[in-house]
């Protein structure tokens, strides 16, 4: 429920987020989300601004990742706005939401285990119309993570968990996304990874501009 949710943005010049400033590049106003009858968000409220780094901090149950489903469009909010560079977006398609700038990871990783390091990145750049610039960002990504280039042609089941949340992240950037939402990024992983990913997260801010929504 809405006060289980708790938002903190790593941005330096930035104070805790919790109304809904103008010119914010998400947000999301007094959100109600229900599953069948029942209530899974009440009046949730979030916004990003352009190039923050934003937490979502909450228990199981707290519907961080419902959250996260609503602004992607696989949920649609039975009251409440959810605004992205300042067009409404709830009740537009996963699909077009993906295309607006909008990339989620998922919770779980969810790679195709049968397909190959490449064949899985590659999806990502399915939505894509510009060809000369898929290239450039495919091999942008392997230097990135240079782990995924070493195992390209290795079937994506047969990576480790960190090395399948490199590769879920990799596919989420070659949406061209203006922004990623990551559900918790860390499950599942050791410590020493759950380091590298969010230091290559922070990198992704600070050198491509990059703003990220991240749950945990």
Known sequence: VAHQLKCRTTRPSSTLILGIPEAMLLNVENITVHYSRLPALRDVSVSVDEGEIVCVVGPNGAGKSTTLLAISGVLNPTSGDITFDGKQINGMAPEMVARAGISQVPE?????????????????????????????????????????????????????GGEQQMLVIGR??????????????SLGLAPNLVDRVYETLINLRNDRGLTLLIVE
């Open 108 to 160: 779980g990783r969810h790679v195709f285990t049968t397909l190959n390091v490449e064949e899985n990145l590659r999806i990502g750049t399915s939505i894509r119309s510009d060809r000369s610039e898929i290239e450039k960002d495919f091999k942008h990504v392997l230097e990135i993570f240079p782990v995924l280039a070493e195992r390209r042609r290795q079937a994506a089941g047969k990576l480790s």
């Open 172 to 185: 989420a950037l070659l949406t061209n996304p203006r922004i990623m939402t990551i559900d918790e990024p």
